[in-house]
């Protein structure tokens, strides 16, 4: 059974900065792809940034992409989500996700229902 832990949450300041940690607990995770996500009260989830273990080919939402970054070590079965530069819409629970099907990740890393395994999430506070 895969199980995803996330840490690294807590509250910060604008203009600080902030690093998830995700760690999967499955030996073989270097198959899958991982994803973060976040939710802010009252919003859907939405896709921040996803990552293909094997090969670290990663992808970001565009938005994003020039404050937040996803990176993997497959030493430390932990996939990372740096966050620099947050804003109060930042605020939001963030959750990491894996996924086997690699080639529906790589089409559309965004799909929620691509990925088999969520973590708990770890809140964010940006004030």
């Known amino acids: 059974h895969v199980q995803l832990v996330e840490s690294g949450g807590g509250s910060v300041q604008a203009g600080g900065s902030l690093t998830l940690s995700c760690v999967v607990s499955?030996?073989?995770?270097?198959?899958?792809?991982m994803g973060w996500f976040r939710q802010a009260p009252g919003e859907e989830r939405e896709g921040i940034a996803a990552?293909?273990?094997?090969?670290?080919?990663?992808y970001h939402r565009y938005a994003l992409r020039n404050r937040f970054t996803i990176s993997r070590d497959i030493s430390k079965n932990t996939v990372y989500l740096q966050m620099n530069d947050l804003e109060s819409k930042d605020t939001a629970m963030y959750y990491c996700?894996?996924?086997?099907?690699?080639?529906?990740?790589?089409?559309?890393?965004?799909?929620?229902?691509?990925?088999?395994?969520w973590g708990q999430g770890t809140q964010v506070t940006v004030s």
């Open positions: 990552i293909i273990l094997g090969s670290g080919v990663s």
């Open positions: 499955e030996y073989t995770y270097t198959t899958f792809a």
């Open positions: 996700a894996a996924g086997e099907n690699i080639r529906r990740i790589t089409y559309d890393w965004e799909d929620e229902q691509g990925y088999n395994y």
